[in-house]
């Protein structure tokens, strides 16, 4: 018997929805890279939905291929990109950053964010630094929403960040990785139209999200960065079958499925917490969109790792072992159900 | 009412077996990266087709990005590639083998092929220049298969190719972004085999072959590229859902159906090109492959133009242009047919 | 005994007023990076010769350093730089351009010039092509005073390539590591102001000019480059006793060192190819700076190379060898006369 | 009246010997790129200190270039250097390791040092991450010797680093740029012959050690890098002129001067210390080498400011300054009876 998967938000194919528009699509030609109906449809959607109408919106394949182009494109020479230690560039995405040439600046998180504090902080002792001229510039701000614990950016705490932002000269970029379950919790405040005005750059994450791979990068400022076509390609991150990119984001974008499914999945993962508290289980940190963190004794660990299967997350001690389970548009109430069978 | 559309062999979404293993398989959890059961059933398929069954594969997303990963690993420092001087990666890929540091060089091409007579006499010169320590080192050769041209590459040239690279110490990659066409051709005496003897790296394409995306890297020497798992992840070309890849290679590479749709779309191309020439057309240069070439008067090309989507291809003087006609996997009888009759 | 050495004009060490400055400020205090009072001279002077009070003047060690590291300044993401095909960045610096991700992209020659009209023909095709933002801009026109070959740009042909430049959008850089030959050359008509004028950015020649090592970096318009003094650092192009670099040209441009040198160079590679001339040598194209190319016959040049140090410069066929002699600050007039009795 | 100077060990030019080679070989003429006569003799001098006949050595112009074009060398792909976080290469060369795509991955230092320990555990819990193939690989680890702090490894810490090294596949690289001053220290253990069969590569710094300019590098085993040669072109780090290079380290490796002037140099820095210690102000942390570091309260810091020049430092908090005081080979005694002077 298959173990209940609840490992990630991505071991599932595509929302049915966008298989069915993949095969109603599949026989009419389309012309490649991105320049096709099926892309523009999908692009007038997602600046609709972001009340910015003249927004650049670009289709790449995955989250590191994503934030590896479009940093590249916001940061000028010798700059690099200030970061949440815990974020996923600096550690996970095996140097792409640094790789076309820009250095990763790793802050303290609190609670997986970056603060406006610690980012100011840095960035005035930069330039009060007589020497600052021999050292990296701070050129951008990466952030995720939610981030890499689940957690959730407040309105206030990005209006912040981009206040820093532009008072040091940096460009606010924020990766969207998981966004529909951030666009999509009832602890959330920032809609898209926020996002559209107080980020220079982000991406509204496909892969995690129901699409069999993708995300669209939304640059709010028209002609903000003339060449990204080109860098795109430059990157090796343009597809030749843009159009699988396109009919993709034009179904998540139609009739707010997007949104929508981001609810269901936090309202799965809400019920997946609530059995863990009730049968007696500790959080990591509370669960703040579609993703659960518990700290497990190690029996505990063992116990569960035999029926569910989970992300190992951290060991913070000898005795726990910190565990992730994720929540998405596949999980259905029958898994809910099963977990809460194989917990009890 | 929509033109008959020749213009490139990507403009449709699938093959149809295609699309149905990616719904049949879509609610089955599988882990990510390329590490699940689909991917790693179809590197089974692959290495045996290729009659290597300690072959690694890999799965990529497109050509460019292909490319650029395969080569950058391939290469080592100070070192560059050689090519034909109409070879993708020297002026159609934005630079993308220089983004990652090093250098194309470009070699006169005949019919669009590199030979090795052109290979070996470009090496030999550099290692007689006593300043070749100054240089860029040839380090690897680019060929495609078919051709930029839709040309073939002979089992002879290919081989004599190889010795060239082994005495001076190049590595020798093939682009098979068409390689369906290649081994379906009528004319081609190299098969998957031969081309995993042969070569150190080389990868079937899928985006232009009956895929919605991907490309299957071989590199026939295990473990030649240690890293390249994590080449991959830096370059951005790591899926997350590598489902998405494997399920359709695990496809294609079932029940022959990547040589099969080959086989078709060069019998397409064949008789879009008798078309042609019994209605006294020109050929740029001989059709090998599923695509033709065509020498056209401006007012023919003008008069076509109306009906036909096709890919201009270069203005070889002031009162003719060339023209690309490609077949596809998708290209049916009934639009040759529809062909016949715009022309007539 | 040793033979006479024409083999370049970088065989000796510096100008015997260069080694005096070096003694006599040795001792005195001075901060580092550039920002020192030697710098700060030299950098006024350098301003003053150029007629140019506004002009950015950096101070780099070598050639190729300097060409990378301007180049890498000038440059835009995705954008080339169109040369000569004999230019000294195309084959001769180990792909130190791409390294930093541009390619060159190498034109032909015209006397070891890029011609105007090559430069716009390159241009107006590129942007004529429908799919040129899948291709590297040309971002940037490189030529070097006097050239490879030790031929010289006239004004009008400098003029023409800045304009060439201001219509697509081009940066003019101009490679002076030899400047002091041209600015000698009896048939010379551009000045240090029209270089001020017609370039975005040109070096002024030490290593080769009378000095240990050093390139002086002139961008006529002030602040063209905001972050360059950090570029430096991050080539690893800043020295930290930049007093060294200063003091040095300050030295060549105190009453018009850097100038006469050049003249004089230029006087005795006058004289050596009279004497070739006269001796019924052939040679290789016209000498109009401090170097001559000769073509000798192989039993020529064997009987010299006995002789004579000389640079090999190619094997145009099987019995002739081309060589270059070249004169510098540091040819004496005795070193003439010695060449004399060797060829007769 | 100039204020006493001790802002750091390259405020002067160089040693006399040094100006007196380089007069004395200024017109026999040599070979480029460092293949003179003068560079194997240094060469050979090098060799034999370090009890290394068979080591490659190279000569390179400064600290940050040598640093990036050595790491960059012994870098393999997707791999990064450990370092302390008050490493030079992580916060003050501007990213230059970062701009040749590795991953700088900064440590907790302990008195300016990267412990055995440090770099133990962090590349232990690397490979235990099963995730660690999506991480930039621990591939180099970088010391400094005096570090950053004038503080010094012992034969113990850089052998106990070695092993480390050994057992997770990483190359030991030592920055030697004030190598004279750790080499003269009375509290130093570490030989060059220590160093030739502990580093696989370490610089002997000039330009801080009483040359103009130059580091010279030291691959005990030979033939470790073998392009090394077109990789430090490719950098931009080949001189033409190599001769400079050789030249002065000819003379420093001539009779011991190299050891002997950091000897004295430590001499004065101890009598240096003695002073500020005498007349009641407290040192940052022990003096080991040259250089003296002071905690000021704020208006000590400001009254002797006006007699002498220091570096600041940092600034541990609101009402003290940390000053560095550097002696060199340029330093006398009557320096030192003056400064007494202006402290008393």
């Given amino acids: 018997m298959q173990k209940l998967n609840f490992a990630s938000d991505y071991v599932l194919g595509a929302h049915p929805a966008i298989l069915r528009a993949l095969s109603e699509t599949n026989m009419e030609p389309a012309s490649g ?3 096709d109906a099926f892309c523009e ?3 007038k959607k997602i600046r609709a939905s972001c009340c910015c109408p003249e927004a650049d919106v670009w289709f790449l394949s995955g989250g590191t291929q994503t934030n590896q182009t479009v940093l590249d494109a916001l940061l000028g020479p010798c700059e690099g990109v200030l970061c949440a230690d815990t974020g996923h560039i600096g550690g996970h995405e095996a140097g792409a950053i640094e790789f076309t040439g820009h250095k990763v600046i790793a802050l303290p998180h609190k609670n997986g964010k970056l603060t406006a504090a610690a980012a100011e902080g840095f960035a ?14 701070p050129g951008a701000v990466y952030v995720s929403q939610p981030t890499e614990y689940g957690t959730l950016y407040s309105l206030r705490e990005l209006a912040a960040l981009r206040r820093v932002c532009d008072t040091y000269g940096m460009k606010l970029y924020l990766d969207g990785a998981r966004l529909a379950y951030a666009l999509g919790s009832e602890l959330n405040d920032v809609t898209l139209p926020d996002l559209a005005r107080l980020c220079h750059a982000f991406y509204i994450g496909g892969t995690k999200c129901g699409a069999l791979l993708g995300e669209a990068v939304v640059i709010p400022q028209k002609g903000l960065l003339p060449r990204f076509f080109t860098q795109m390609k430059q990157h090796g991150a343009l597809l030749a079958k843009g159009r699988v990119l396109g009919v993709q984001f034009d179904t998540l974008f139609t009739d707010g499925l997007y949104i929508r499914l981001g609810v269901e999945a936090v309202e799965r993962a809400k019920e997946i917490q609530a059995l863990f508290l009730a049968a007696g289980y500790r959080e990591l940190l509370p669960r703040e969109t579609n993703q659960v963190f518990l700290l ?8 569960l790792s035999e029926k569910i299967e989970m992300s190992f997350w951290e060991k913070p001690d000898d005795t726990h072992t910190a565990v992730r389970l994720a929540a998405s548009w596949g999980t259905a109430k029958e898994d809910v159900e099963a977990l809460k069978n194989a917990i009890e």
Avoid: C, I, P
Avoid at 124 to 137: G, I, L, R, S, T
Avoid at 296 to 303: F, G, N, S, V, W
């Fill in 33 to 35: 890279y991105g320049t």
């Fill in 41 to 43: 449809s999908a692009r």
């Fill in 124 to 137: 005035k002792a930069f330039y009060a630094d007589e020497n600052h001229e021999h050292m990296v510039f």
């Fill in 296 to 303: 497990l004794e190690d029996r505990q660990y063992e116990a």
